[in-house]
Every structure is written in C-alpha cells, then in structure tokens.
C-alpha cells in the first residue's frame, strides 16, 4: 500500500483535482484505491456525489471510537472508495492533540487498511499543523501542485524548510506546475527556471483549463467528460510520471506502461 498526500500550504491550486483524478486513474488500471477526503470544505466528496458525514465526527474517528473501513463508502467507479469528509474536520488539530504520540495517529489508523488498498490518496487542507504533521508521517510521498508565480515558489520554499527541520525521514516531495498557462512570459519564466527551485519538479505540467473547473458541474473525474483534452492527457502523463517515482514495479494492468489506457467509462 502507497499513501500519497495531495498537499500544499496555500489553497486554491489544484489539491483536490489531482487527488480525485489521479485516484481515477490509478483504479481505471485495477489498482484498489481509497481517497480519504481530510478537507472539510469536502470538495472531494462533492466530486463523487457522496455526502460529506462521518457519522460520530472527526473527533470519535482521531480518538479511535470508529474503525475507518466502517466509514469507507464506495463510489461509481469500480476499485475506487471514498472515506468522506466531515466539516467536524475543521478541528482536528484539537482531536489529534488529545492523543498520545498525534503526528503519527494517521498512520496508526491507515494501517489497517494495508491489505485492503493498493493506493490511498489523502487530499488535504492548506495548512501547516499538527493535522498536517500526521499526514506526513503517514505519507510515502506528497504530491504538491504549484501554480508557477513566485508567491507559490516561495511558499514550496517555507516548506522545504519546514520539512528540513521538522519533517519524516524518506518522505518524498513531488511537486509539478499546474494551472499553467505559458502564453503568459511569468509562466514561461518560472518553468524553465531549474535553478533555484526547492525540489526536483516532476516534467509534467497540468494546464490551466475551465475543464478542470467544470468538475464542480459534473461531480466527476475528468477523464470521465473530457477524455481527450489536453487537461485530461496531462493528469494521465502526471499519474504515470507519480507511479514510477512511488511504485516502480510492474504494471497492475497489462498495456499501461506503454502509454495506453482502457477507455475511461461515464457513470
């Protein structure tokens, strides 16, 4: 089991669309994947036409009272379950405060899962604190959309630093641009700079398209109405590039390394 964070400091720069369409994608292959929403905005969760509840709260699941697989509800798409968001969320650094050993409860609480899953996707809100301590502890790697302007670099900047003082040890950091749009020179100028940046970025980047807003309309994945736009071949360049640094074994479905894909089915 691989657990990836979908993670930055600021808000509003793709977090939730990377988780649910990557999360897509790796199920579309037959990989068993879970999605646990740790928003309590729930945008994920609207995504997949789910309510946002957990049934107790937040502070029942933290503490323990409730076992997640009790929570974990399925989706339309085969091999693709969502542990829903809940706007109790909004206190978790509280719940996790009140446990012993709070930046690795998450971790604790995933574990069960080990068997259940191939990948877990945790898409999370844009902040630095204890809840978010525990999503690195329990993370292989986190996935960090950028949006290419120098506030967004000089905030993966404070989190290098965070994460050179205060983070997990091996936990790896792939962030990649998105919301690009290279007509613009800041854009361009900031791409193709490699000097400087706080972390190797991924070679893919995710353009900036009303497609990728249009998922709030259609409570869906991407590739599920727009297959064949640009947005949709680089979330699936992306999800490719992200299976290769975190799990480079075989292909779970014969034909997906060669860049093919079973074609992506409508709910």
């Given amino acids: 089991m691989k657990i990836l964070a979908t993670y930055n400091i600021k808000g509003g720069v793709g977090k939730t669309a990377t988780?649910?369409?990557?999360?897509?994608?790796?199920?579309?292959?037959?990989?068993?994947?879970?999605?646990?929403?740790?928003?309590?905005?729930?945008?994920?969760?609207?995504?997949?036409r789910i309510k946002a509840k957990v049934k107790g709260g937040g502070g029942r699941l933290i503490r323990g009272k409730r076992d997640l697989d009790s929570l974990i509800r399925g989706t339309d798409f085969a091999g693709l379950d969502l542990l829903p968001a809940d706007f109790s969320y909004r206190h978790m650094d509280l719940a996790l405060d009140r446990t012993k050993r709070p930046e690795k409860r998450l971790a604790r609480l995933l574990r069960p899962l080990a068997h259940d899953y191939d990948f877990i996707f945790l898409d999370s809100a844009p902040s630095i604190s204890l809840a978010s301590e525990s999503i690195f502890a329990a993370s292989d790697a986190l996935l960090v959309p950028t949006i290419p302007t120098p506030l967004a670099m000089r905030t993966l900047a404070q989190l290098r630093r965070h994460l050179e003082k205060e983070g997990p040890a091996g936990i790896q950091v792939l962030p990649f641009f998105c919301m690009t749009d290279r007509r613009k020179a800041l854009h361009r100028q900031i791409c193709d700079a490699v000097d400087g940046r706080p972390f190797p970025f991924l070679a893919t980047e995710v353009p900036y398209s009303s497609l990728v807003e249009q998922m709030g309309i259609r409570r869906a994945p991407l590739p599920?109405?727009?297959?064949?736009?640009?947005?949709?071949?680089?979330?699936?360049?992306?999800?490719?590039?992200?299976?290769?640094?975190?799990?480079?074994?075989?292909?779970?479905?014969?034909?997906?390394?060669?860049?093919?894909y079973p074609e992506e089915v409508t709910p």
């Fill in 19 to 48: 988780a649910v369409n990557l999360a897509y994608l790796a199920a579309l292959e037959g990989a068993r994947t879970l999605v646990w929403d740790l928003d309590p905005q729930g945008a994920a969760t609207f995504y997949f």
């Fill in 224 to 260: 599920t109405f727009a297959r064949r736009s640009a947005p949709a071949d680089a979330y699936r360049a992306l999800w490719r590039e992200v299976r290769q640094h975190v799990d480079p074994g075989p292909d779970i479905v014969g034909g997906v390394g060669s860049g093919g």
